[in-house]
């Protein structure tokens, strides 16, 4: 069974940094694309940024650029996302994705960031 | 960025009966690789989006055929021929042509 397992969410503070991690399991992460994706409470979801298996290929939202970093280990199967310089607005559950443009074949659990002081 | 409008964002249904929900988008979604990339998503309380419907019409594996998806343009629309109880839930859709990919806000679906 695929599944994607997200980690690394938490209570920060503003200006602070975060790294989450997603691990793959069912299926190998160097066969394609993989993304991150948000949901602030109670809110709509946002794409965030996606990344190509060799990882010359990424692209982010206005919203998080040059603050969020993606990134992968195709040898540990897993995605990451460094996020420097958090804001409240950032406070969301993030979701790792399987795909892209085609809005992704799976999707993990989630993990919930929360930023505040 | 493209602008995704969902509508209604409040659908009543009774049990067995169908449902629709429409998806306009400000932009045409014809990628330059002659697909259109609009998918819908079904989220569930309490759980994960979990994708239904990709490339318009292609229902994802696991899927129940009641669930339909047509349109092209800027026009799409998300049909339950008949509403079950599992059903409920907000249901997404989403354009993968323009970056940055967006979502619509989001169609509420309960059961009266």
């Known amino acids: 069974q695929r599944q994607l397992v997200e980690s690394g969410g938490g209570l920060v503070k503003p200006g602070g940094s975060l790294r989450l991690s997603c691990v793959a399991s069912?299926?190998?992460?160097?066969?394609?694309?993989m993304s991150w994706i948000r949901q602030a409470p109670g809110k709509g979801l946002e794409w965030l940024s996606y990344?190509?298996?060799?990882?010359?290929?990424?692209n982010y939202a206005d919203s998080v650029k040059g603050r969020f970093t993606i990134s992968r280990d195709n040898t540990k199967n897993s995605l990451y996302l460094q996020m420097n310089s958090l804001r409240a607005e950032d406070t969301a559950v993030y979701y790792c994705?399987?795909?892209?443009?085609?809005?992704?074949?799976?999707w993990g659990q989630g993990t919930t960031v929360t930023v505040s002081s | 960025d493209g602008v995704i409008t969902q509508s209604p964002l409040s659908l009543p249904v009774t049990l067995g009966q169908p449902a629709s929900i429409s998806c306009r988008s400000s932009?045409?979604?014809?990628?330059?690789?002659?697909?259109?990339?609009l998918n819908w998503f079904q989220q569930r309380p309490g759980q994960s989006p979990r994708r239904l419907i990709y490339?318009?019409?292609n229902r994802d594996s696991g899927v129940p055929d009641r669930f339909s998806g047509s349109g092209s343009g800027t026009d799409f629309t998300l049909k339950i021929s008949r509403v079950e109880a599992e059903d409920v839930g907000i249901y997404y859709c989403m354009q993968g042509t323009h970056w940055p990919w967006t979502f619509g806000q989001g169609t509420r679906v309960e059961i009266k």
């Open positions: 932009q045409g979604l014809v990628y330059s690789d002659g697909n259109t990339y």
């Open positions: 994705v399987r795909g892209t443009r085609d809005g992704g074949s799976v």
């Open positions: 990344i190509s298996s060799s990882s010359s290929d990424t």
């Open positions: 069912g299926f190998t992460i160097s066969e394609g694309y």
């Open positions: 490339k318009v019409s």
